[in-house]
């Protein structure tokens, strides 16, 4: 449950995995496509812990099979930082669906009146940014991997701010919460 009484204007922070924490391209999967081991993002692991320490609620949202984000955050001592899970395994519906979202939302205890506080960091500009700006969430594309296309298709895939690693992440929660601004469209 977020507490809206903190002294920080964000409420809370969802982030992606693959090629988000994760690079995708160090993914060992069984013959289900279950995720066994995988590498992190340099400087993931000690973002998310930092944004932890410093109390912003941590929700995961992301795209494919639960045990694939079990596995994998916990062998890198992150799944138990993540105070929401919205895994598509177990919602039923893939990213840019709002439930996906409101999923993680819910078990915040934010309401839509609460979104333009949240941000949203993924690295797929259909799914993890376009998703986020058609809630109203604060889009941070994590322009990394070679993976995903480069070029918003609309619109609605354009981020709110794009960072290079995930350690750019810290200074622009910095930034937010000194603007103390929402619907944030400036770039970062």
């Excluded at 009484?5 to 090629?19: K, M, Q, V, Y």
């Excluded at 494919?64 to 919205?86: E, K, M």
């Excluded at 000194?178 to 469209?185: A, S, T």
Aim: charged share 25%; aromatic share 6%; with cysteine.
């Amino acid at each position: 449950m977020v507490n809206r009484n903190r002294a920080n204007h964000i409420l809370a922070i969802c982030l992606d995995c693959g090629d988000t924490l994760v690079d995708e391209a160090t993914e060992v999967k069984d013959e289900q496509g279950v995720v066994q081991q995988a590498t992190l993002i340099p400087g993931a692991a000690e973002v998310i812990r930092e944004l932890k320490r410093r109390g912003y609620p941590l929700a995961l949202v992301a795209d494919g099979p639960v045990d694939t984000f079990h596995n994998i955050l916990t062998a890198h001592h992150l799944f138990h930082l993540f105070d929401a899970l919205a895994i598509s395994e177990a919602v039923g519906v893939d990213k840019p669906d709002a439930r996906m979202f409101t999923h993680a939302l819910d078990q915040l205890g934010l309401a839509p009146q609460d979104y333009g506080r949240v941000v949203m960091v993924g690295n797929y500009l259909a799914r993890d940014i376009k998703g986020a700006n058609q809630l109203g969430l604060i889009s941070v594309w994590l322009n990394w991997s070679p993976r995903r296309p480069k070029i918003p298709a609309d619109k609605n895939e354009i981020p709110c701010y794009t960072i290079k690693t995930p350690a750019e992440l810290l200074p622009l929660i910095e930034a937010l919460e000194k603007d103390g601004k929402e619907n944030h469209r400036l770039r970062f």
